[in-house]
């Protein structure tokens, strides 16, 4: 086990390759992420996480799976779960019944993904409800941040009783901006008292409750020239510092456009990794690449080995507890006894 593994890569099917294993078992991997593609049903998905833990058990396994549009798997039994703002419009007819369901949901949410072998979900979207955002939209919960923040927290403790962790995204918000980071650079020219004052506060209200954060792929020009997750002011001096965060903190996806624009210009993925690391980010993504030969999967892994042999990078020993602080915490339920679980059917009849 290295004594620091920040990537997190992800393959191109549904079952292992030779080249996937090589590089899931390189010391700098410490966890991949699951897409559609890797999605068959749910023995084939419960397989591949075995081949995945029977090759590291350290690795951890991870999925966007929110519920609404944004959940890989929706078939063979999994349950279909809301957007969260279908929380947030409950929690404006019955707040506690809102949060009932929010525990409910990140109930049904954790314990499905166990019991395929699925660790760690980047979930939930502290993003606020401004409105102009497509690509937040109906994944955030409220405009309110109050709000927002007792739903989300209700949420995570449904996760906690599946024994999984949960991710806070994407500070410092992305609500307010229109643009797509997966496609161009958004900017956000509010000050940082406003987003402190809003956008950013739920990062402080839930600084004991958060295990992981994924900062956005937007800049904030009144507090610094780089993108939030690139920025040391904004990950260490504002949400370490400040909001007394102290859990793992996640690099949005590298390939986002979003992500490759740095200082006015278009950076490898490996100075983007590094710059992401030196900025206070625990664990590095690289999405979407290992489809074809997987050469950009293979050039970040060779080029972050060789920026650490020159000193452009140091491992983190921190780092890398926060990291394991990640993998869930119990036994994972079976399915079939998962089904019949009465904490389970209650939580289903609670949806929202």
Known sequence: MSEHAPLVIDIAGTALTDADRRRLAHPLVGGMILFGRNWQDRAQLSALCAEIKALRSDL???VDHEGGRVQRFRTDGFTHLPPMRALGELWMRDALAATNAATATGYVLGAELRACGVDFSFTPVLDLDWGPSGVIGDRAFHRDA?????????????????????????FPGHGFVAADSHTEVPVDKRALKAILAD?????GWLNTTLTSVM??????????SLPAGFSPR???????DRLGFAGAIFSDDLSM???????????????????????????????????????PVDALID?????????GWRPDAVSEQRRLALLPVGEAPDWDALMV????????????
Do not use: F
Request: proline residues 5%; contains cysteine; aromatic residues 4%.
């Open 60 to 62: 951890l396994v991870c």
């Open 146 to 170: 109050r709000v927002a923040s007792v739903l989300a927290k209700s949420l995570m403790h449904g996760l906690l009783q599946a024994g999984v962790a949960n991710c806070g995204k994407h």
């Open 199 to 203: 956008d950013a506060a739920p990062y």
């Open 215 to 224: 900062p956005a792929h937007v800049i904030y020009p009144k507090v610094d």
């Open 234 to 240: 904004w990950l260490q001096a504002i949400l370490r």
């Open 257 to 295: 456009e979003g992500a490759r624009r740095i200082g006015g210009r278009t950076v490898s993925y490996t100075e983007a990794a590094v710059a992401a690391l030196q900025a206070g980010c625990d664990l590095v993504l690289l999405c979407n690449q290992s489809v074809g030969d997987g050469e």
């Open 303 to 311: 080029g972050l080995a060789e920026a650490q042999v020159k000193g």
């Open 341 to 352: 679980q009465p904490r389970y059917m209650q939580a289903l009849r609670t949806l929202p």
